[in-house]
C-alpha cells in the first residue's frame, strides 16, 4: 500500500506542478507582450507608413526577414515573389505554421494619423496612394510580436515554428507561394493559423468561426461590344454603354431571383470602363465583377446566369452572334474558407480559458481570403483565421449613438487602435501556438 501511496503522491504532485507552469506561461506571455509593445509598435508605425502595393513588397518583405533572422529562424527569401519563410527547430513536437500578408492596397489614406501613409507607387502605368487599408500591417506586427514571445519562451513548448510572410494577399498571392514549392521545400505543417483584423469587433476580443467562415470568390470580366458612332447619331449605332447598363440591371436579379434565400451570394459589378470622349459612342466597354458564395453549385449558376444575361440583351439590341458580350472567368478566384472545425474549437477552449469572454462565436462572412488556399492542397493541413478586434468601445459607441457604419476593411478611413489589438494579437495567438505544441 506505502508504494501505491507513493506513487499516487508522486502523480498528484506532477499533475500540479503542470497546472502551476501552465499558470506561470500564461503570465510570461503577458510579461513579454508588455515587455516587446514599443519595439512592436514602433514596427507597426514603420509598417504603415511605409506601405507597399501587391507583388512590390521588397522592402516590406526585407524588413520581416530581418526581424526573424535577429530572432534566430532559419530564413528564406523570394518564396513565391517576396515571400518570406522562416523555420525554428525547438525539440520533438509538431509542426505549427503562422501566416501573415506583406501588401497593402492603392488607396489614399484620410485617416490623419500623426503615422499615416503618404506613399506612392506606379500601378499599370498610373501614380497611385498606397494605404495598409486591410490591415495587414496589423497582421505583420502581431507575427512578429508572437514569434519574439515563442522565441523568449522556448523551454516552454517542443517542436518546429513555421513563419511565413505571404506576398500579394489581394491579388491572390497564395497561389504562387504554393507553385513555388511551400510544402516540398519546407516541412508540411500539422495545422496554420492566420489573424485578420475586424473592423467591427472591438479591440481587445478576439472571434472565431468553426466551419465556413470566409466566401469562395470567382472573379469574371465582360467585354461588352457594339457599333460605335457619333455621340449626335446614336441611332447608326448600337451603344455598348446602354448594353452595360441594360446588363447590369439585370445581373441583379441573378441573386434575387434565381439564388435561393437560404444561400449565401454576393454579385458586384465593381468596374466599368468605357468610352473616351463626350460625343463618341465606343465600340466596347469592360467590366469587372466580384462573384461570393459558398458552393461550387451556387457559384456556377451565377457564372451561366451571366452568359445567358448578355448573350440575350445584346440580341435583343440586334448585334450578330459574333459582337455578343465576351464573359471570362479570371484566375484570381478563391475557395471557400473553410475553418477546421475540430482545430478552431479546441482553440476557443484555448483562449476562453485565459481570456474569458473576450474570446466569443462570430458569423460568417461574405468576405474572402487566400489563406485557405494551404488547406485545400493534397496534404489537407488543418487550418483556422481569427478575427482580431481592432476598434476602440468608444469608438464603436460613437458610431452607434449617431446611427453611422464603422470605416470597413478597405476604406480610406480604416485605422486599428495599436495598443490593445497588438497586445491582444500577439497574446492570443502566443498561447494558442504554445498549448497545442505541448498538446
Not at 78 to 95: H, L, Q, S, T
Not at 140 to 163: C, D, N, P, R, Y
Not at 368 to 385: L, V
Request: glycine share 8%; hydrophobic share 40%.
Amino acid at each position: 500500500m506505502k508504494i501505491k501511496q507513493i506513487l499516487i503522491l508522486i502523480i498528484f504532485l506532477t499533475s500540479q506542478i503542470l497546472i502551476s507552469q501552465e499558470v506561470d506561461v500564461y503570465k510570461l506571455i503577458e510579461q513579454e507582450v508588455e515587455s516587446n509593445y514599443e519595439s512592436n509598435l514602433e514596427l507597426y508605425k514603420h509598417l504603415h507608413q511605409n506601405p507597399e502595393l501587391s507583388f512590390q513588397e521588397k522592402e516590406t518583405s526585407k524588413r520581416i526577414a530581418i526581424e526573424l533572422r535577429n530572432l534566430g529562424f532559419n530564413v528564406s527569401e523570394n518564396v513565391g515573389g517576396y515571400g518570406v519563410v522562416g523555420i525554428i527547430k525547438n525539440g520533438e513536437g509538431p509542426v505549427i505554421m503562422l501566416r501573415t500578408d506583406l501588401d497593402a492596397l492603392p488607396i489614399e489614406e484620410k485617416t490623419e494619423l500623426p503615422y499615416a501613409s503618404y506613399k506612392k507607387a506606379i500601378l499599370e502605368k498610373e501614380e497611385v496612394s498606397v494605404m495598409h487599408a486591410c490591415g495587414h500591417d496589423m497582421h505583420m506586427t502581431s507575427f512578429i510580436g508572437t514569434a519574439k514571445t515563442l522565441i523568449k519562451l522556448k523551454k516552454h513548448w517542443s517542436g518546429t515554428l513555421f513563419m511565413l510572410a505571404q506576398p500579394a494577399e489581394e491579388r491572390g498571392g497564395a497561389k504562387y507561394v504554393l507553385e513555388d514549392g511551400l510544402f516540398e521545400k519546407f516541412p508540411v505543417p500539422d495545422m496554420a493559423f492566420a489573424y485578420h483584423v475586424s473592423p467591427t469587433i472591438e479591440a481587445g476580443k478576439i472571434g472565431y468561426v468553426p466551419g465556413p467562415a470566409w466566401a469562395k470568390v470567382n472573379t469574371v470580366e465582360i467585354t461588352v461590344r457594339g457599333f460605335g458612332g457619333h455621340g449626335a447619331r446614336p441611332h447608326q449605332a448600337i451603344d455598348p454603354i446602354v448594353l452595360s447598363a441594360r446588363i447590369i440591371l439585370a445581373l441583379q436579379t441573378i441573386i434575387s431571383r434565381e439564388i435561393s434565400a437560404l444561400e449565401p451570394a454576393v454579385l458586384t459589378v465593381g468596374a466599368i470602363n468605357g468610352g473616351s470622349k463626350h460625343n463618341v459612342i465606343p465600340d466596347e466597354v469592360h467590366m469587372m465583377l466580384t462573384l461570393r458564395s459558398y458552393s461550387e453549385e451556387v457559384a456556377a449558376h451565377m457564372i451561366n446566369s451571366i452568359n445567358r444575361i448578355c448573350n440575350g440583351i445584346a440580341q435583343s439590341a440586334g448585334l450578330p452572334k459574333d459582337k455578343y458580350p465576351i464573359v471570362i472567368e479570371v484566375d484570381e478566384s478563391l475557395p471557400p474558407g473553410i475553418n477546421n472545425i475540430e482545430l478552431t474549437q479546441k482553440v476557443a477552449e484555448i483562449l476562453k480559458n485565459k481570456m474569458g469572454d473576450n474570446i466569443f462565436l462570430e458569423e460568417p462572412t461574405m468576405g474572402a481570403e487566400d489563406f485557405f488556399r494551404y488547406g485545400n492542397t493534397a496534404h489537407k493541413i488543418p487550418i483556422t483565421m481569427l478575427r482580431l478586434g481592432s476598434v476602440s468601445a468608444e469608438k464603436m459607441e460613437q458610431y452607434k449613438s449617431e446611427g453611422k457604419q464603422l470605416p470597413s476593411l478597405h476604406s480610406s478611413l480604416y485605422a486599428p487602435i495599436p495598443e490593445l489589438t497588438i497586445k491582444t494579437g500577439v497574446k492570443g495567438m502566443s498561447l494558442t501556438l504554445i498549448e497545442l505544441f505541448n498538446k
